[in-house]
């Protein structure tokens, strides 16, 4: 799915939210599109979390009940988490040139 599909597809399933879950969801929204996850790295987790919640919420629960009652701390976590698996490419992808693998034919651009 495109990014624009997946902005478009989250707003159209916000509005299936009761009042509360929404208010809770939104906030968890700005913490991770105000993050310094990448635009399509923070929406493919946030429309994961929106289908989960709109799931928990046709079971009669609610989002405190599925993400708990700190949402900023979740996004924190969730933040924390994308950055150090972002850390982890780009080690990998700068020790490329450092172990000769430039010019080996694996996909790695030199400086």
């Given at each position: 799915?495109?990014?624009?599909?997946?902005?478009?597809?989250?707003n159209?399933?916000?509005?299936?939210?009761?009042?509360?879950?929404?208010?809770?969801?939104?906030?968890?929204?700005?913490?991770?599109?105000s993050?310094?996850?990448?635009?399509?790295?923070?929406?493919?987790?946030?429309?994961?979390?929106?289908q989960?919640?709109?799931?928990?919420?046709?079971?009669g629960?609610?989002?405190?009940h599925?993400?708990?009652d700190?949402?900023?701390r979740?996004?924190?976590e969730?933040?924390?988490?994308?950055?150090?698996?972002?850390?982890?490419r780009?080690?990998?992808?700068?020790?490329?040139g450092?172990?000769?693998f430039?010019d080996?034919?694996?996909?790695c651009?030199?400086?």
């Amino acid at each position: 799915m495109k990014l624009k599909e997946m902005i478009h597809e989250n707003n159209r399933l916000r509005e299936e939210l009761s009042a509360e879950n929404r208010e809770y969801y939104e906030e968890m929204l700005v913490y991770i599109r105000s993050s310094d996850i990448h635009q399509r790295k923070a929406e493919e987790p946030l429309l994961e979390m929106l289908q989960h919640l709109l799931e928990a919420q046709r079971e009669g629960r609610s989002a405190v009940h599925v993400f708990g009652d700190q949402p900023a701390r979740y996004c924190q976590e969730l933040a924390a988490a994308a950055a150090e698996a972002g850390m982890v490419r780009t080690v990998a992808y700068a020790s490329c040139g450092c172990m000769g693998f430039r010019d080996s034919g694996v996909f790695c651009p030199g400086p």
